[in-house]
């Protein structure tokens, strides 16, 4: 990462306004990082400490591919040289125990014969010396391959030396039985070559095992990269496997490292560091931005989502995509019919309802029995008699609904501006060439457009993801002010926006980029004070929650969908 990305947020690095980079987070830096906590058994990177940082920001690296290799390299040979092993044994240990050293050190100093026995590592070999002398390609004058059955002189074959030898009453006829070769794993050049090969394609790397049927032997990479270099004129490219071998390396790194995930753009080979445990996602949200301009939550893989936290951003988007909502509007507009239960929706002005499934007469003002009512068809005389705990659950499922309401279709307009501010973007573009035209500006200087448009984008994210957080926060202090600042921000966005849509005179240029910067201004310290406040309180313990931030069980496992078809009941003709 660099200090010339284009993310707005980065470039405000602080609150004071159109300050330089200086807060900017340091990839370069040397300074150690503690470990997160969360199952990462070594630092990946040095990180920087800044304490003059924004609570909200997080400390993170954007890595390149070559970044990747070079620490899995570095990582293998640090553990090669501990143990005392060849850096391939070395690679196979380290990729069995998710490359989680503090794990790896503990089993082998426990029993370094069961490390590698589960790790498919000969114990009866000289393990403890580096050894020059197994070579994994022969040429073999009488040889016959179990796979192609080509018998050819001096053909070259493949075997790896870690491999449990074959039983004698196992072997193929072929096999001489006194010979070396017998009881080696072992098969012609092209058909491990085409093996490896199919076992790339279909996206294995560090699972590959011996061709030997029953073999759990793992390939080791050396072996893999001396058959793709092996491989003869006009078969497809070797160097594109080779790169996709090195990619599947680099996939299963990341996997397993907790601190390191891929940008979720596409086609983007970027990825992001950031020690951050999975505890702290409950007070933290780790924003990120890529080189590529993506900005998104290390926690979740989710857009960005400041500053409601990951538990919470995943119970409201369950809850917009399921029937909970369903279930609420079920409540508030149909009654149950009182004899068999069956779900009943008012389909006219009519108060006599008969429940289609069990034939039951009722009223649907009090749900008594009709027959009661008398001749009173449009006057139900028996209101006052009704259960008010069933009219009290109606009302508050009505609440229920209206509240959810409120915040969704808020949220949802925030998420519709961001979606149009892409269309104001091309509009700023040409706002900006027509500002040219009719002035002495140049394109630099017209730059102020561009700049509040990306800063009205941030600020309305920022303001989405605040009513989703409102919906779930328990009233109390904290809410007021929260709702205040928030009340703020929206205030100051909408006239930022509404300045971006005024007309352009010439006469009054000077004074629109002057109004216009000043409320970018505003806007982005606006928005830095919401995010900052928040931070703080959820570091000091101030934010509750009125539910528990945790997944809550869809309708379809509740029993709640059955219901929904099963609409049944009409009135009286």
């Known amino acids: 990462m660099s200090s010339d990305t284009s993310d707005i947020e980065l470039e405000y690095a602080s609150t004071e306004g159109y300050e330089d980079d200086e807060d900017a987070i340091d990839l370069d830096s040397n300074d150690p990082s503690s470990d997160d906590g969360d199952g990462s058994s070594f630092n990946m990177v ?53 490359w989680n050293k503090d794990l790896l050190m503990e089993k082998y100093m426990d029993s ?45 074959t493949v075997f790896l030396p870690s491999c449990p030898p074959l039983p004698k009453d196992n072997l193929p006829p072929s096999k001489n039985a006194s010979s070396c070769q017998s009881v080696k794993h072992e098969f012609c050049r092209d058909c491990y070559t085409f093996y490896v090969e199919a076992k790339i394609k279909e996206g294995e790397s560090r699972t590959i095992e011996c061709m030997e049927s029953e073999c759990k032997q793992i390939v080791d990479e050396n072996t893999i990269v001396n058959l793709l270099s092996f491989r003869d004129t006009g078969l497809p490219d070797s160097e594109k496997l080779m790169a996709r ?74 809850k917009c995509e399921d029937d909970s909502e369903t279930a609420n509007w079920i409540s508030a507009n149909t009654k149950e019919c009182t004899k068999c239960h069956s779900t009943i929706e008012k389909n006219g002005g009519c108060n006599h309802m008969t429940c289609k499934k069990c034939k039951h007469e009722f009223c649907w003002v009090c749900t008594g029995v009709w027959a009661d009512h008398g001749t009173a068809w449009y006057s ?93 926060l328990e009233k109390n202090n904290f809410t007021a002010l929260f709702e ?53 309180d959820y570091q000091d313990g101030r934010v509750f929650w009125n539910t528990k931030p945790s997944p809550s ?13 099963r609409l049944h009941g009409h009135e009286k003709e």
């Not at 509009?427 to 017209?446: C, P």
């Not at 930022?496 to 310290?525: C, F, M, W």
């Open 46 to 98: 040095p990180m920087s400490t800044q304490p003059s940082k924004p609570l909200y920001q997080v400390e993170y690296n954007v890595l390149q591919e070559s970044e990747l290799t070079l620490r899995q390299v570095r990582e293998i040979e640090h553990v090669a040289g501990i143990i005392g092993i060849e850096t391939k044994d070395a690679a196979l240990v380290l990729r069995y125990f998710g």
């Open 112 to 156: 370094p014969e069961k490390v590698y026995r589960d790790v498919g590592i000969r114990t009866d070999l000289e393990i403890n010396k580096p050894s020059t002398s197994k070579r994994r390609t022969r040429s073999t004058p009488q040889f016959v391959c179990q796979i192609c059955f080509n018998d050819e002189p001096n053909q070259d």
């Open 245 to 318: 071998f090195q990619t599947l390396l680099n996939r299963t790194f990341v996997d397993d490292n907790p601190a390191l995930k891929f940008c979720p753009a596409p086609n983007c080979i970027y990825t992001i560091e950031c020690h951050v445990s999975k505890k702290s996602l409950d007070t933290v949200v780790p924003s990120v931005t890529c080189l590529c301009g993506q900005r998104f939550c290390f926690g979740c893989s989710l857009a960005d989502h400041q500053p409601c936290i990951c538990p919470i951003v995943k119970l409201w988007l369950q």
């Open 380 to 472: 139900c005389n028996r209101y006052e008699e009704r259960d008010e705990n069933g009219k009290d659950q109606q009302s508050k499922s009505r609440a229920s609904l209206e509240r959810y309401l409120h915040y969704y279709n808020r949220f949802a307009n925030h998420e519709q501006s961001l979606r149009l501010d892409k269309e104001l973007h091309v509009k700023t573009e040409k706002k900006m060439e027509e500002i040219q035209h009719a002035s002495n500006l140049s394109w630099i200087e017209v730059q102020f457009l561009n700049k509040a448009v990306e800063t009205l984008s941030v600020c309305r994210t920022t303001l989405k993801w605040t009513y989703a957080m409102a919906f779930y």
């Open 484 to 536: 205040d600042n928030q009340r703020d921000l929206e205030q100051a966005v909408e006239d930022l926006s509404g300045l971006l849509e005024s007309p352009i005179e010439a006469d009054t240029i000077a004074e629109l980029r002057q109004k216009v910067t000043d409320k970018t201004v505003y806007v982005h310290k606006r928005n830095e004070i919401m995010l900052q406040e928040t931070a703080r």
């Open 553 to 565: 069980p869809s309708l379809k496992s509740s029993g709640l969908i059955p219901f929904l078809p």
